[in-house]
């Protein structure tokens, strides 16, 4: 099956998540991630890429990013990928790959899905069952956010600013959002739509990004052509 063009679409946020080979351990210590850390925060300011939110996970991450060019997202995965990988494998004199292929994303509707998106990514160490609570973990932009931790990886978006006046305010709503479970079926239309490249949102945002992008950017309908004389009950 071929592989579907990239989202080139700048101004509108994307989950993306890049993954360890075979699922393989690509953080080992601290040290690890504070030089992934140091590879994105480069790459973002030098390729014009806002990150929004973030968690790095011992075998992936997962990173909420908004471009301003065409090929920014894709420039800094590039860069970070191979400046990290060299660390790596210098470190663990280790050879060979240590990603698992390309890295996925889907453009996310920012009114109906961003702030989710932002619980679905900084929730990740929770459902691995790693920490009871996100404040408890460390590699992620939930302190940030929750806490008001200075953060110089995290670029404010304007949906999160709405959410209070003042920072304490700001974030006392923020972690109120947290109460709130994430359902199931929230989790898996966020991993379908980010693992085979939908775009995340109404039937309308869909609609409007295929227009956009010149692409399908949903799942094509099942079982043939339902409006066809074979599909039609008579």
Request: with cysteine.
């Amino acid at each position: 099956m071929a592989r579907l063009p990239r989202y080139v679409l700048p101004g509108q946020p994307q989950h993306v998540i890049q993954r360890g080979n075979n699922r393989s351990i690509i953080f080992a210590a601290d040290q690890d991630y504070a030089f992934f850390r140091d590879c994105l925060s480069k790459a973002c300011l030098e390729y014009a890429v806002s990150l929004h939110a973030y968690v790095f996970m011992t075998n992936h991450v997962h990173l909420l990013m908004t471009p301003q060019t065409e090929n920014g997202i894709g420039k800094v995965m590039q860069s970070v990928g191979r400046r990290y990988v060299q660390y790596f494998n210098y470190t663990y004199r280790r050879t060979g790959t240590l990603w698992e292929g390309r890295y996925k994303a889907t453009l996310i509707e920012t009114e109906r899905y961003l702030l989710t998106c932002y619980r679905y990514i900084e929730l990740n160490p929770v459902r691995a069952n790693m920490v009871t609570q996100p404040v408890d973990y460390r590699w992620s932009s939930y302190r940030c956010h929750a806490h008001g931790l200075p953060d110089a990886l995290i670029t404010p978006h304007s949906l999160y600013t709405r959410l209070g006046t003042e920072d304490l305010a700001r974030q006392a709503a923020y972690r109120d959002l947290f109460r709130v479970h994430l359902d199931e079926a929230i989790l898996e239309e966020i991993r379908e739509a980010t693992n085979k490249a939908w775009a995340l949102g109404s039937e309308h945002f869909v609609a409007e990004m295929e227009k956009l992008l010149d692409r399908r950017a949903r799942p094509a309908p099942r079982g043939g052509d339902r409006r066809s004389a074979e599909f039609i009950d008579v």
